[in-house]
């Protein structure tokens, strides 16, 4: 299995105070915003952005799809355009595992489902320099802090696509501690959770790209 070289994340931000945490959460939930976007907070911001195009979309499809057939016979399934929420953060992945059934999951004002309550989160990069940035560093952050056992990024726009599979959240740092990275055409293998021994192969991410620099 080929690893890549890999671009050393940012160093954590600091949390906003606790009246700014109340006051963005208040503004996500009265949002108003155009058909096709949806709003996350992300490391004490809120992110507004476009529902993906229709690569990104299949992609994301096809990995949800896959992933539930892998786990028909388990207590977790695969989900979509749900909310998960960390305190005051919320966000919204194009895939993630948690538990079929269990009210506990779900928070106490119905919003969505409980970071707590997730095994697992895949985000399939979109294009543009802030997509790239928000899935690959400021969301990787967010989820190590949230502790998310297993995070999952296809990334199309690194070089001819590549695979990472991170593991080990270490909340403090908010740094994964375990990384396998390939490149598209290179099986990968979930260690860990209840998804392990699921393998993403070219069927799911499409060939190899033509070469474009990594943004």
Request: glycine residues 8%.
């Amino acid at each position: 299995m080929t690893a890549l070289a890999h671009e050393a994340p940012e160093m954590p931000e600091t949390s906003p105070e606790p009246h700014l945490d109340e006051v963005l959460w208040q503004a996500w939930k009265a949002r108003e915003l155009p058909e096709g976007c949806h709003a996350e907070i992300v490391e004490g911001a809120i992110e507004v952005s476009s529902t993906g195009h229709y690569a990104h979309g299949r992609v994301a499809n096809r990995l949800r799809r896959a992933l539930d057939a892998f786990l028909h016979d388990g207590e977790y399934a695969a989900y979509q355009d749900i909310d998960i929420v960390d305190g005051r953060q919320v966000w919204i992945p194009d895939v993630f595992l948690a538990a079929e059934e269990g009210a506990d999951q779900v928070t106490e004002d119905g919003i969505g489902i409980k970071a707590s309550a997730v095994a697992l989160i895949a985000e399939v990069v979109s294009p543009g320099h802030d997509n790239t940035q928000r899935d690959r560093i400021r969301k990787r952050r967010a989820y190590a802090r949230a502790g998310i056992p297993v995070y999952v990024l296809i990334d199309d726009h690194d070089g001819h696509g590549t695979v990472t599979v991170l593991t080990s959240p270490d909340p403090g740092e908010a740094a994964y501690a375990a990384e396998i990275r390939v490149p598209y055409g290179t099986e990968i293998t979930l260690p860990e959770g209840p998804a392990k021994g699921f393998t993403i192969t070219e069927s799911l991410t499409g060939p190899p790209r033509p070469a474009a620099p990594r943004r």
